[in-house]
Nanobody, 123 residues
Framework: QVQLEESGGGLVQAGGSLRLSCAAS????????MGWFRQAPGKEREFVAA????????WYTDSVKGRFTISRDTAKDTVYLQMNSLKPEDTAVYYC????????????????WGQGTQVTVSS
């Protein structure tokens, strides 16, 4: 069991930046990767970014490549998502998740989820 808590969301104008944080507790050693997903109103939850346990690998969905950066601070058991050049299309609730399978970037591959933090980008 891993407990996750997101923070850092808010309202920002297009072109602005936000940094999301995800504080983890519990059996954090059980996850093979940490990731971020997002869900906009009326849409399914989609993968955004993930980082492996060793931080050796990162993955991003095409729409955020070059704008978002995922990182982690192992000492603080915290994962970050730096979001730059934000667009209105980025508006969604962002969820932090811990992957318990050895690979995969689908929601089913992640077994622990935070409550989400709202990101709203105005045009």
């Amino acid at each position: 069991q891993v407990q996750l808590e997101e923070s850092g969301g808010g309202l920002v104008q297009a072109g602005g930046s936000l940094r999301l944080s995800c504080a983890a507790s519990g059996r954090t050693f059980s996850s093979s990767a940490m990731g971020w997903f997002r869900q906009a109103p009326g849409k399914e939850r989609e993968f955004v970014a993930a980082i492996s346990r060793s931080s050796a690998m990162t993955w991003y969905t095409d729409s955020v490549k070059g704008r978002f950066t995922i990182s982690r601070d192992t000492a603080k058991d915290t994962v970050y998502l730096q979001m730059n050049s934000l667009k209105p299309e980025d508006t969604a609730v962002y969820y932090c998740a811990a992957r318990h399978r050895p690979y995969g970037l689908g929601a089913a591959d992640f077994g622990s989820w935070g409550q989400g933090t709202q990101v709203t980008v105005s045009s």
